[in-house]
T-cell receptor, first 113, second 113 residues
Framework: SQTIHQWPATLVQPVGSPLSLECTVE??????LYWYRQAAGRGLQLLFY??????ISSEVPQNLSASRPQDRQFILSSKKLLLSDSGFYLC????????????FGSGTQLSVL | GEDVEQSLFLSVREGDSSVINCTYT??????LYWYKQEPGAGLQLLTY?????DMKQDQRLTVLLNKKDKHLSLRIADTQTGDSAIYFC?????????????FGTGTQLKVEL
């Protein structure tokens, strides 16, 4: 069966520090991969999605970047965190090209202080 | 998330039915989804409905779709304390890059004894 791993579960970082969140999927090949952010009191916002290695699409301009160095690995990064980057980050995968059924990781609560 | 709207809170008594409502804007949606998020966890796909259906029942869950009014609802029968969570509806949006999910803001369901 397919599983998705996301870590760390919680992270507290100072403003201006770098960020690296990692997500891996097991039990499938060539998944579509997604990074979402959930800000307090708001819905989920799609940040990045990827249909293959080194194929990344950005949905909103921001302080973050994403990379996919391997088929089942998706990394969310920042060189310098801002206070507004605080939130709950969710990695997700879908088994088909249209990305209609998403399966989510357990999330990372990021607090930028 | 501004294209998919939900009420923020719902409180029900244990054993009663819960009805969570959602309105969406894209009439070309192919699938509509309900996700459940328990505290500090990722999202779990609860159920989905194809846009040519009016109703789908899955054990205690009933999904109703009114395409004319672009209204989706989730009914939970015999609500239990374990149903306390945030419930997100989502629709697929056609874009130049394919289909992507757009989520509502989520409805916090509180089940009281």
């Amino acid at each position: 069966s397919q599983t998705i791993h996301q870590w760390p579960a919680t992270l507290v970082q100072p403003v201006g520090s770098p960020l690296s969140l990692e997500c891996t999927v097991e039990g499938t090949s060539n998944p579509n991969l997604y990074w979402y952010r959930q800000a307090a009191g708001r819905g989920l916002q799609l940040l990045f999605y990827s249909i293959g290695i080194d194929q990344i699409s950005s949905e909103v301009p921001q302080n973050l970047s994403a990379s996919r160095p391997q088929d089942r690995q998706f990394i969310l990064s920042s060189k310098k965190l801002l206070l507004s980057d605080s939130g709950f980050y969710l990695c997700a995968w879908s088994p088909d090209r249209l990305g209609e059924k998403l399966f989510f990781g357990s999330g990372t609560q990021l607090s930028v202080l | 998330g501004e294209d998919v709207e939900q009420s923020l809170f719902l409180s029900v008594r244990e054993g009663d039915s819960s009805v969570i409502n959602c309105t969406y804007t894209d009439s070309s949606s192919t699938y509509l989804y309900w996700y459940k998020q328990e505290p500090g966890a990722g999202l779990q796909l609860l159920t989905y409905i194809f846009s040519n259906m009016d109703m789908k029942q899955d054990q205690r869950l009933t999904v109703l779709l009114n395409k004319k009014d672009k209204h989706l609802s989730l009914r939970i029968a015999d609500t239990q304390t374990g149903d306390s969570a945030i419930y997100f509806c989502a629709e697929t949006i056609l874009t130049g890059g394919g289909n992507k999910l757009t989520f509502g803001t989520g409805t916090q369901l509180k089940v009281e004894l």
